[in-house]
């Protein structure tokens, strides 16, 4: 094993389905490699079908029982869990860095907000509040309580490994529900590791499964099995439409966290260096592979070519490398298609008359998988990278004129997840909030992701909201109850 662990029994090579790690009915495994040497990291089974549905068998029963539980019992295995997962933060890092590519320091912030959300949804277990309502007629009470939907299929992305498991599973078990989850293949050893912490704080057998293998094959089997009442899925909105539709035929409730193409605009009254700083932070995070990067960031023209150096200036100092290696600040990309294209845009934007003050190249010396950061400016919506998540190291400039001209240019897309804008006018501050139309807007920050808020898009950026106290309600119905007595 290639992965320096204190606990090497945490790395798992084996899909875990009722409570028993198990191989492929095949016996088939795929390498999974290291995005920044390229050298395999372990070895995933294979699964398909066949024992997709033997874990929604498994699911079904243990949801029958863990849905008996009390709340406060729900909450305390969770709890357990969340423990487990901080004491082990330095393994789990190790491996989300080993299959993922980013900097410990980054995968061990992920690690602490997964254990945050846990904490968070081990309370909120306790808070699905029914209703009495006043009733017209005398004779008659009124009521309605919240029950765990039931069996849920959940579907998870590469790019943060846990983190995005944990925003899913974590309410759909508080709630008395049971998961059967598939990771994505180029990361499933911290799914896997996450669901042996799991096993050790007590969730009961069946209750947390996750396969690994054909995504179609498993897709399609949680799509049509009847028994999966809920799906729940992030990545990709191409990907998230095909499963909206597969899930129509059985009419499945589903949780869509999907693409994004977030503006990120700077008018000329913004605090420049915090709006720099907070371009780095938003749009360099795992190497620009996240869904609420800065996608286009929109100068008003009085201050461009100022923003325009400072940002220059920071770029050129990101550290870039292995994630292993101290202080570097950005990791690889995922693959070699991410490479390729993040530079063909890159590369059509120069075409049409876009420069590169800053990168604008692999970086083949460090690896296969390295591109530099990049700073783009004189970016016009007639280039591909003005409608396509970029989901690389790459900042776009556009110049804009008016604020009418800037909510205008954010809006123009299909997407709609987040949006940040940076001004010291109050009243601007309030009319481009309420003019955006995203799920979520960062006014003067460039940082959204907490436990204890609504993580989501509008538009085709998805369905539904992870976090805060809208986050249970996903995997929670609501049964009206109406009770006649003798008055
Ligand atoms: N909105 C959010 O919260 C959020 C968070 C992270 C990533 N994302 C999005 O995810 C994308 C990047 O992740 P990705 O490349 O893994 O996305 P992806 O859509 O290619 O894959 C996501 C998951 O779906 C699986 N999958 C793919 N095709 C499938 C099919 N036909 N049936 C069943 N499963 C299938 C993959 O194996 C993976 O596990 C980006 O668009 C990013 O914006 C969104
Ligand atoms: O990539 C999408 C993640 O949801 C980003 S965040 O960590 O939640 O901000």
């Known amino acids: 094993m290639s992965v320096p662990l204190k606990d090497e029994s945490l790395f798992r090579q084996q899909a875990f389905i009722n409570g028993k790690w198990i191989d492929a009915d095949s016996g088939r495994k795929v390498p999974v490699y290291d995005p920044a040497t390229g050298k395999e990291v372990g070895m995933m089974p294979w699964m398909g079908a066949a024992e997709t549905r033997r874990a929604i068998e498994a699911a079904e029963r243990a949801f029958s029982l863990w849905r008996k539980r009390t709340a406060k019992e729900r909450a305390a295995v969770l709890r357990r869990w969340r423990d487990l997962i901080l004491l082990h933060q330095d393994d789990l890092a190790q491996i989300m860095t080993a299959e993922q590519g980013k900097p410990l320091a980054e995968a061990r912030g992920e690690i602490v907000s997964s254990a945050g959300y846990i904490e968070w949804f081990a309370e909120e277990a306790k808070r699905t509040y029914g209703e009495t309502i006043p009733a017209g007629n005398s004779g008659q009470q009124l009521l309605t309580i919240r029950q765990p939907i039931g069996v849920v299929a959940a579907i998870t992305p590469w790019n943060f490994p846990i983190q995005m498991i944990a925003r899913k599973c974590a309410p759909a078990l508080a709630a008395g529900c049971a998961v059967v989850m598939k990771p994505a293949p180029q990361t499933p050893f911290s799914a896997l590791a996450l669901a042996d912490l799991g096993q050790r704080a007590g969730l009961p057998d069946g209750l947390f499964n996750i396969v690994t293998g054909k995504a179609g094959e498993i897709g399609d089997e949680m799509t049509s099995n009847h028994i999966v009442r809920k799906l729940s899925f992030t990545g990709s909105t191409v990907v998230g439409k095909v499963l909206m539709e597969k899930c129509a035929l059985t009419v499945k409730q589903v949780s869509m966290e999907l693409g994004g193409n977030a503006p990120f605009i700077v008018f000329d009254d913004a605090d420049l260096d915090r709006a720099v700083n907070h371009v780095i932070a938003s749009k360099f995070r795992n190497a620009g592979q996240t869904c609420v990067c800065a996608n286009r960031i929109m100068v008003q023209k009085g201050v461009y070519d100022d923003f325009a150096r400072r940002l220059s200036e920071r770029v050129r100092g990101l550290k870039i490398g292995p994630g292993t290696e101290d202080g570097v600040f950005l990791g690889p990309l995922i693959d070699d298609r991410a490479i390729d294209k993040v530079d063909d845009l890159v590369k059509d934007a120069l075409s049409k008359g876009a420069k590169a003050p800053v990168g604008g190249a692999p970086l083949k010396e460090l690896g296969a998988q390295f591109y530099a950061p990049t700073v783009l400016t004189d970016v016009t919506q ?15 400039l556009y110049c804009f004129e008016s604020e009418e001209e800037a909510v205008s240019l954010a809006n123009a897309t299909r997407y709609g997840l987040a949006a940040y804008f940076f001004s010291q006018d109050v009243g601007r501050v ?47 119905e609501i049964k009206y109850i109406n009770m006649g007595f003798d008055a």
């Open 382 to 396: 007639n280039m591909q990278v003005f409608h396509k998540e970029i989901f690389g190291p790459v900042a776009p």
């Open 430 to 476: 309030w009319r481009v909030s309420e003019a955006l139309e995203y799920g979520m807007v960062g006014a003067n920050s460039g940082t959204l992701s907490s436990e204890a808020t609504p993580f989501g898009g509008i538009k085709e950026s998805g369905i539904g909201r992870e976090g805060g106290k809208y986050g249970i309600q996903e995997y929670l």
